[in-house]
């Protein structure tokens, strides 16, 4: 099998940690693409993702997936230790909730504000909205906040341990330097939680 892969485009990262973090990285083929010189869209690439997404993980059998947390799902299924998704109904529910709080709270608002007001992102993103990203900018800054007070409670995001959930969000706080932010700086609770959860990638 072969993973498509971006370096530092924080969905492609959020699969080679979820690989490293099992110890498997080095048991998968990787090829890079590189989304600003948009290779993505290449009629090669488009070939292997018709939508053109990175990260994409093409099967010994031709099936092809897209959408990092499907990759990972697929990588939980075959490289099953340690578990990263949840052992039981309780712990799956608990992981995707704040995966997901991760996800669609955080990391999506990030990158409106980012796609909107950068500008390297000016030739990807026409035409940026800078109210839109202002708007998203504040909805960002207000949930890491919420979940620097959920660390400041707990080791780790879910089910009282490390999981996709840690890793998501481990993903954005490297990204979100891109915009000259780094919460694992700004709030004391994400900053120890990120040393805990960068010994458990390794």
């Known amino acids: ?29 990787v090829e890079e693409i590189s989304i600003m010189k948009q290779e993505h869209k290449t009629d090669d690439y488009r070939k292997v993702s018709p939508f053109s997404q990175v990260p994409s993980l093409v099967l010994d059998d031709g099936t092809t997936l897209t959408e990092s947390r499907a990759i990972c799902t697929y990588f939980e299924g075959i490289f099953p230790e340690p578990n990263l998704m949840g052992a039981d109904p309780k712990e799956k529910a608990l992981i ?25 992102m000016a030739p990807l993103e026409v035409p940026q909205l800078p109210e839109a990203g202002a708007k998203a900018e504040k909805g960002a800054r207000a949930m890491a906040k919420r979940i620097d007070a959920h660390l400041g409670e707990n080791d780790f995001l879910a089910a009282g341990r490390f999981s996709i959930a840690d890793i998501t969000l481990y993903c954005f706080t490297g990204f979100a330097g891109v915009m000259k932010w780094k919460p694992h700086e700004e709030f004391e609770n994400i900053g120890k939680w990120r ?8």
Request: glycine content about 4%; aromatic content about 12%.
């Open 1 to 29: 099998m072969k993973l498509y892969h971006s370096p530092q485009a924080p969905n492609p990262e959020r699969v080679t940690n979820f690989l490293k973090a099992k110890g498997k990285l080095g048991d998968v083929e």
């Open 96 to 120: 995707e909730m704040w995966d997901r709080r991760v996800e669609l709270m955080l990391f999506i608002q990030f990158a409106t504000w980012f796609r909107n007001t950068h500008p390297a």
């Open 195 to 202: 040393e805990r959860a960068k010994a458990e990638i390794g």
